[in-house]
Nanobody
């Protein structure tokens, strides 16, 4: 069983920044892809960004230019750098990791942006 441990969420004013971290219990290169979803109250979960094993990144239009996904193999950690945060970014953010057989999920970390 793989565990994904997220951290970095919190409360921030609009225009501020946060960096989310996700540390898997296996090396990040065990996974075909890793990324972040988010879910706001009353809304469906939506993909925010993804990074493949080869390092190719995808960032959804609604956060492009403000959010950056990256990883640090030396720390076995994936990051989501979130800048220029808006009230609409308020949500629970979930890390995921895709292996050859299944997708693993973290427990979620709350991001609250005050306007």
């Amino acid at each position: 069983q793989v565990q994904l441990v997220e951290s970095g969420g919190g409360f921030v004013q609009a225009g501020g920044s946060l960096r989310l971290s996700c540390v898997p219990s296996r090396t990040i290169f065990n996974f075909n892809a890793m990324g972040w979803y988010r879910q706001a109250p009353g809304k469906q979960r939506e993909l925010v960004a993804e990074i493949t094993a080869g390092g190719r990144t995808t960032v959804k239009d609604f956060v492009r230019g403000r959010f950056t996904i990256s990883r640090d193999p030396a720390k076995n950690t994936m990051y989501l750098q979130m800048n220029s945060l808006e009230a609409e970014d308020t949500a629970a953010y979930y890390c995921y990791a895709v292996s050859s057989v299944t997708t693993y999920w973290g427990q979620g970390t709350q991001v609250t942006v005050s306007s």
